[in-house]
């Protein structure tokens, strides 16, 4: 049996989206493999033959590890059955020595060949091009690009040979700055452990998975070719967290299931959310430092931190999990801060998807604010979840925020706007001890599943913003993100801020769309009531959106007027046909007399 996923409707899987924006079909690929329940159960699911004339894909060469190799691209073999043109009697005429009557031709069959067409795919963005195209038809990114080696630095227009005049300059501003921004005496602590590459899909579908290896690689290698890491920041000890560390925020059989997984070659929780032998540890490793971060930037030596880990973790609840997510990183993090004493914490999820994980787990907890900014579009974007009316339950309404996007392409602006009337605002009336960023990039520019515009310097703004609140103390998980040029120059603009760096974004006046705007407003005249602070805004706010309705309908007037004919004209057009409707009367009638 060909491996069937679910069509896109509410609450369909991250990768779903993503194929079905790009028109990729998923082909059977053969193999056995097994599904957990959160219970730990096993379902084997067998995959049938592929028919000769589909496509064919090659999966790419692993290492002993099973990572793969990220300089090999697979090829796309396709076998048609080619049919025999019919010649026409002009034809036969004119190639008649090509013909021998003599031979006998009774068991003759049409020629059988196969077609290779060869196929790569886009290192940045893991879209298909054909062969004999250089740059990546999505993204533009060459073909042997290396960005997996020197990050975003490298031109993304020709072969890896270096990286640009970029590296030289950041290198140049930086050659002083090492001794200043040594590990002993750095405040901005890196959580990173290279075990955490070993959690990879081991069969690829269609094209290789979003969530890939590469996410940190890119990341990692853009921090060292610009020498922030290593260099001005330091890193932490990796550990693997505890099972009883993991039950403060999920079930013990969701922690059994995923411990499962590293006794199984390969195994999905859900059809895109998937496990090896390896992901088990990577998800402790990764819920480790996120811990150890954030008791050391709020008792101990770091003033802040970044989490450079995988899996990612907000899609992941007390009992499941799903979009990509094993342990839920951030609410591991903020019971952590609690216990390190931390009174209340503060979550602001900036990934395009809503945190439904996240939200599940502390939506009963008056001690942690979760504000979440993503596309929703009604239910119908991933998760489904996260309506404006989402506040909070038992007790705790209004210490859930959800701020969700009515439509995809929103940018630097409608982020920025939503921080300054929403986001801001209610943190300052919460004055939380801690902050906890949930930085999912994929609503960054370029990014092929979350298709909206946030640029890196947005995303430091943003940062800017949150880092004036509970003196510093700020620790930044990564999430989502899911093109490596745009995940690492978002990164590496993010912990330029924790290092003291300004943001490049002017504020102005930050003008929102009109989307934006109604998004604002509708999650202000929900959330006012719980955050006293928000009154004044929603009431001026309010004002501009009456007046720029006003304003809008008056041009509307306008523009029909210009299209119709003008009321003389009307007027002047009746009053003539009258009067020779009447003179004609007027000689018909003299005439017969």
């Known amino acids: 049996m060909v491996l069937e996923t679910n069509r896109l409707v509410n609450g369909d899987s991250e990768m779903s989206l993503h194929k079905q924006s790009h028109g990729v079909s998923r082909n059977g690929i053969i193999g056995r493999h097994e599904s957990l329940g959160s219970n730990g159960t096993r379902a084997s699911c067998s995959y049938d033959e592929i028919s000769g004339d589909e ?4 999966t790419p060469s692993r290492d002993m590890n099973g990572t793969m190799d990220v300089d090999t691209f697979p090829d796309v073999v396709v076998s048609r059955k080619t049919k025999q043109r019919e010649m026409t009697s002009q034809d036969m005429y004119n190639n008649q020595d090509l013909f021998d009557d003599d031979d006998d031709d009774s068991d003759w069959e049409p020629l059988q060949k196969r077609v290779h067409i060869m196929k790569w795919f886009c290192t940045n963005c893991t879209m298909v091009n054909l062969n004999d195209v250089v740059h990546c038809d999505i ?11 020197h990050g975003f630095l490298a031109s993304p227009f020709s072969q890896d040979a270096g990286v640009t005049e970029v590296q030289t300059q950041v290198k140049g501003r930086n050659k002083d700055t090492y001794v200043q921004y040594s590990s002993s005496n750095s ?22 998975h979003p969530e890939r290896p590469d996410r940190l690689r890119a990341i990692a290698a853009s921090l060292a070719t610009a020498g922030i890491f290593p260099g001005r920041c330091y890193p932490i000890p990796a550990r693997e ?26 195994s999905y929780f859900t059809p895109d959310t998937y496990a090896n032998e390896h992901s088990a540890c990577a998800a402790r490793l990764a819920a480790g430092l996120c811990a150890d971060l954030a008791s050391a930037i709020f008792s101990g030596p770091a003033k802040n931190g970044f989490a450079l880990v995988r899996p990612p973790g907000h899609h992941a609840g007390i009992k499941q999990a799903m979009g990509f997510c094993l342990h839920n990183n951030a609410a591991i993090a903020a019971l952590a801060a609690q216990v390190a004493g931390a009174k209340k914490v503060l979550i602001v999820d900036w990934d395009v998807h809503h945190g439904n994980g996240t939200q599940e787990i502390f939506e009963q907890n008056k001690s942690v604010l979760y504000i979440s900014l993503h596309r929703h579009e009604g239910g119908k974007f991933y998760p489904g979840t996260g309506a404006v009316n989402e ?9 859930c925020v959800n701020i969700p996007w009515s439509r995809g392409g929103v940018g630097d602006n409608d982020y920025i706007f939503a921080f300054q009337h929403v986001v801001l605002p209610i943190a300052a009336e919460f004055a939380p001890d801690f902050t906890i960023i949930s930085a999912g990039f994929d609503a960054a520019r370029g990014d092929p599943l979350g298709c909206c515009d946030v640029t890196p310097a947005g995303y430091a703004q943003m940062t800017h913003m949150l880092y004036t609140i509970c003196r510093g103390k700020l620790l930044v998980i990564l999430e989502g993100g899911y093109n490596l040029r745009s995940i690492s120059s978002s990164a590496t603009a993010v912990i330029k801020v924790l290092l003291g760096e300004s943001s490049e974004f002017e504020l102005g006046n930050t003008v929102p769309s009109k989307a934006g705007l109604q998004t604002v407003l509708e999650v202000l005249k929900i959330q006012m ?10 009431a001026k706010l309010q004002s501009q959106w009456e007046a720029y309705c006003s304003e809008n309908k008056k041009e509307q007037i306008k523009k029909r007027r210009k299209t119709a004919a003008p009321i003389w004209w009307k007027w002047g057009r009746k009053s003539l046909l009258y009067h020779l409707l009447s ?9 017969a007399v």
């Open 529 to 538: 009531h719980h955050w006293s602070s928000l009154e004044s805004s929603f």
């Open 391 to 399: 506040i909070g339950t038992e007790g705790a309404a209004g210490y």
């Open 55 to 58: 496509d064919i894909l090659t």
């Open 241 to 266: 967290i505890t099972q009883q560390e993991l039950q403060m925020v999920h079930s013990l059989e969701h922690v059994q299931a995923v411990e499962l997984t590293s006794r199984i070659f390969s």
């Open 187 to 208: 405040c901005t602590a890196v959580g990173f452990d290279e075990r955490m590459l070993l959690h990879s899909e081991i069969e690829m579908k269609s094209h290789p």
């Open 139 to 149: 993204c533009g990114e060459h073909k042997e690009s290396g960005i997996l080696r």
């Open 583 to 591: 003179g004609n009367l007027r000689v018909r009638s003299t005439a």
